[in-house]
């Protein structure tokens, strides 16, 4: 079993940072590609922005310049620096990886449980 456990999200003000984690831990191989996702309520889910092993990020359009995704490979964790931001990315944000368990022939793909970002004008 593999579990995420996100932290860091919270109510803060536009043009505010926040800076989010997300823990995975369990049988854990190797961790493949680690991302963000958001949905704000009444929306669908949505890519925020992914790394892959190698470091190769990829950003939704209305995060670029704003958002930065990273990882510690070590820690099995990844993060995403959130900043100048707007009402529009009030959501709930939710961490995705995937990879090869220790002890299983498949692959895991798991998500967290998700924290909330909320931006007050």
């Known amino acids: 079993q593999v579990e995420l456990v996100e932290s860091g999200g919270g109510l803060v003000q536009a043009g505010g940072s926040l800076r989010l984690s997300c823990a995975a831990s369990?049988?854990?191989?190797?961790?493949?590609?680690m991302g963000w996702y958001r949905q704000a309520p009444g929306k669908q889910r949505e890519l925020v922005a992914t790394?892959?092993?190698?470091?190769?990020?990829n950003y939704a359009s209305f995060v670029k310049g704003r958002f930065t995704v990273s990882r510690i490979d070590a820690r099995n964790t990844v993060y995403l620096q959130m900043n100048s931001l707007k009402p529009e990315d009030t959501a709930v944000y939710y961490c995705?990886?995937?990879?090869?368990?220790?002890?299983?022939?498949?692959?895991?793909?798991?998500w967290g449980q998700g924290t909330q970002v909320t931006v007050s004008s």
């Open positions: 995705a990886a995937d990879g090869v368990p220790l002890t299983e022939a498949s692959g895991f793909s798991v």
């Open positions: 369990g049988s854990i191989l190797r961790i493949n590609n």
């Open positions: 790394i892959s092993s190698g470091g190769s990020t």
